[in-house]
């Protein structure tokens, strides 16, 4: 059973999802720093380059959004020209559009924005402009996918786009009919707040973390929810019920001392965000940050068990990539991740601690890819980056 406590203190949020009491994510929000991440704006193009196949675009933040070329051409690949258009073709200072922001303005950079439209729901992911149709392939058996396909095939329109959720698996035709109909709601209030509105404006804001959350990662069948503000305990059950949820599990937190530190939470953020991470058997790992990339180094530490040095050392390369798999993502790393785990003389090894990293991150809703190892015995992942690197708030 998983358990999600949630803590309200002067204005800021902060949520742990907890899995068998191991802290898995973390998120913090402040409530006058909402994340712009998934919400659309009405934006207004200020520059075109060529150079960059790009344009920067007014969304009326801080810096100016940056947009691709390709997040201009037709959502489904099959229906974008064969030779790539010219920026200048399809876009010119001054014009109007919608936009979707889908990677947050962090350091020196601003917003990725794109026309590739989603709106994330329980059961699916509307795309009103995408015309087809894909299940999670965390839904593994060809039957039910099969069936989840052709359902949604059923229920779109036009060009409307769908993808069927992990959660959707074994769920009957009138969640995602239900689902749906709230989202080709929200759709239409976006294009029709953005007919009466000047650009640069905001159409359309993201749920909160604690919302985003139940929607993304929560089973209200099996799982908890332990908030310790009243109102705030009112208000998810609001929201579950309007999912669908007859019996919420949701529970108000009345303790003495911070919610946090009765389930063993703030502990455990405390040693997740540390630079030095010690492994339960004695090893540990060191998380250095550069502005390119994320290298993380491996070492045996305390570790002496295991017949010989090899065995010594793939024990500790295998726990390590589990914790690292975790950590990855609590602290919500992205981008580049180099890892140096300690050397191992045979292949079969290597594979076996790239294998259990790789099955780790499938818990992980962030993608990330592991690109292998380099010549110098380094693994080498990428992580999807949307938003800047947690830190722990004091």
């Not at 309007?242 to 529970?251: E, K, M």
């Amino acid at each position: 059973m998983k358990q999600m406590i949630v803590h309200y203190k002067q204005q800021t949020t902060q949520m742990a999802l907890l899995d068998q009491g191991r802290l898995v994510e973390y998120a913090a929000e402040r409530s006058r720093e909402r994340d712009t991440l998934g919400s659309f704006y009405k934006a207004r193009v200020v520059n075109v380059v060529p150079g960059m196949q790009a344009a920067f675009v007014d969304i009326g933040q801080r810096k100016n959004a940056f947009l691709y070329v390709d997040d201009v051409l037709h959502a489904h690949t099959d229906k974008q020209p064969k030779v790539k258009p010219d920026i200048a073709s399809l876009l010119h200072v001054g014009q109007e559009l919608i936009v979707q922001v889908f990677k947050e303005q962090f350091g020196n950079k601003g917003a990725r924005v794109t026309t590739h439209y989603s709106l994330p729901g329980r059961w699916i992911v509307y795309m009103p402009c995408a015309d087809y149709v894909a299940v999670s392939k965390k839904i593994e058996r060809e039957g039910e996918r099969a069936r989840l396909k052709s359902l949604g095939e059923q229920v779109r329109t036009g060009e409307e786009g769908l993808i069927i959720r992990t959660v959707s698996e074994d769920e009957g035709q009138e969640a995602i009919e239900s689902d749906l109909r709230l989202l080709r709601r929200q759709w239409e209030a976006i294009q029709s707040k953005a007919e009466r509105t000047n650009a640069p404006a905001e159409l359309h804001k993201d749920l909160s973390i604690v919302q985003r959350f139940i929607r993304d990662a929560f089973t209200p069948e099996q799982d908890e929810l332990i908030i310790d503000t009243e109102s705030q305990v009112e208000e998810a059950i609001a929201f579950l019920e309007g999912l669908g949820v007859s019996r919420p599990s949701v529970r108000l937190y009345k303790g003495a001392e911070p919610i946090f530190n009765a389930h063993g939470v703030q502990e455990q953020l405390e040693r997740d965000f540390a630079r030095k991470v010690w492994l339960k058997g004695g090893g540990y790992i060191i998380i250095d940050h550069t502005e390119a990339l994320t290298v993380i180094d491996v070492n045996t530490g305390k570790y002496t068990g295991g017949s010989n040095l090899e065995e010594t050392v793939t024990q500790t390369n295998m726990e390590a990539a589990s914790e690292i798999a975790r950590l990855m993502r609590v602290r919500d790393i992205g981008g580049i991740i180099i890892v140096d785990f300690i050397d191992m003389e045979r292949d079969e090894h290597r594979k076996e601690v790239a294998s259990v990293l790789e099955q780790e991150l499938k818990q992980d809703r962030t993608k990330s890819y592991i690109v292998g190892w380099t010549k110098l015995g380094l693994l080498e992942i990428t992580r999807k980056k949307v938003r800047e690197e947690k830190t722990l708030v004091p």
